[in-house]
């Protein structure tokens, strides 16, 4: 993790969590943003690759109630919830203002196609393009190579990854480097989100943290292990971490 963040993080399970506005971001050269919430918690807990980067992104961002609620009981720490889909529309915004660029790298091109007739009516300042990738669990050399290509004949100032968790931040990391882009931010369903493929819980429910129950109800079937299963998993974690701190937490939790 980055040390032009560290006045704006809270410790969280082990890892440095965003704790000021967007606002705020540090500056750097080449920013990279990734987000937890107690699902991806869970994820990289059994993956090494997974939680080394995001260990090594240069922002977590706390997209979830549980990674806020667990900052509160460990910590005694108030975060403020960002997700990725207000990191999204902060971006958007920013960038239609000084009439920047934005690349979206993932999903289909069907959903691509949504995201550009969107953006054309919404922030007719921003210039875009987008490319989607291969759908496959891993991929080869060529792939990442066309894909590192598409992206830096633009040169975007914001690069939107959404490829789903943990392949996207494990891409993003990986290939950090060889990207031509001033803010790399993986966002996952952020773009389902905005191009209407997926409709988002509304303010209300978001305001009420739970945002997390409004997709299980539209999903269920898709969302069920995710904020169900995983959400006792990460209980477990919470209460190891409060109750045997000095047990290692990333032992396998039974």
């Known amino acids: 993790m980055s040390s032009t963040a560290v006045d704006s993080e809270v410790l969280c399970l082990g890892y440095p969590v965003y704790n000021s506005t967007l606002e705020n971001l540090p500056v750097k050269s080449k920013l990279l943003v990734s987000t937890i919430n107690q699902y991806s918690f869970c994820i990289s807990e059994e993956d090494a690759v997974f939680k080394n980067a995001l260990l090594e992104s240069d922002v977590i961002l706390p997209d979830g109630v549980g990674i806020v609620a667990a900052a509160k009981w460990l910590n005694g720490a108030s975060v403020k919830k960002i997700a990725g889909a207000d990191f999204h529309d902060f971006q958007l915004k920013r960038l239609n203002e000084i009439h920047g660029s934005c690349f979206y790298l993932g999903a289909s091109d069907?959903?691509?196609?949504k995201i550009g007739e969107r953006l054309k009516k919404e922030y007719p300042n921003v210039s875009f393009a987008s490319y989607s990738p291969p759908?496959?669990?891993?991929?080869t050399d060529e792939d990442t190579a066309a894909m590192i290509e598409a992206v830096n004949s633009f040169k975007p100032d914001v690069l939107f990854v959404g490829m789903t968790a943990p392949k996207q931040e494990k891409w993003s990391h990986a290939n950090k480097e060889n990207l031509d882009a001033k803010i790399i931010c993986s966002i996952g369903a952020v773009f389902d989100f905005y191009a209407g493929t997926v409709e988002r819980?509304?303010?209300?429910?978001q305001d009420l943290g739970l945002e997390w129950l409004g997709r299980l109800l539209k999903e269920p079937k898709r969302m069920a292990n995710r904020y169900i299963y995983y959400g006792a998993v990460f209980t477990k974690y919470l209460v190891k971490a409060k109750f045997a701190p000095e047990k290692e937490i990333g032992a396998t939790v039974q």
Request: glycine share 0%.
């Open 110 to 113: 069907e959903t691509l196609s």
């Open 135 to 139: 759908y496959k669990p891993t991929f």
């Open 201 to 205: 819980p509304n303010k209300i429910w």
